[in-house]
């Protein structure tokens, strides 16, 4: 069962439509309504490419890090987004404390709702 704060595997397409890679995505939750929707965002190994301010980085000294599943310090782009059915997410490897999470989740909305 997919919930909020999961790190899932994802075949998370490239920006032009193009097939992507099998990647790490954090679920930020599941949107409402009758279809089986998620929020998801993108996790890389790229730690060059984080926007300060809005991205998170999870280092392997920080508390959460051991059960996140990730094999190395990721950045959680929180600005690469999908929305995709739950049959899409391929099985979760690990989870984020719930404190990222609703970092995650404030960084999100605080840029929302400047636009």
Known sequence: MARAGQIILFQFPQTDLRPGKLRPALII?????????????????????????????IKAADVDFA?????????????????VDVSMLLGAIGEVDVRRLARIMSNLANWLNTK
């Open 67 to 83: 059960r996140s599943g990730l094999k190395s310090e990721s950045l959680i782009h929180v600005g690469r987004l999908a929305v």
């Open 29 to 57: 939750g599941k949107l409402p309504g009758t279809f089986d929707d998620w929020l998801i965002c993108l996790i890389s190994s790229q730690l060059h490419h984080q926007v300060s301010g809005f991205d998170d980085v």
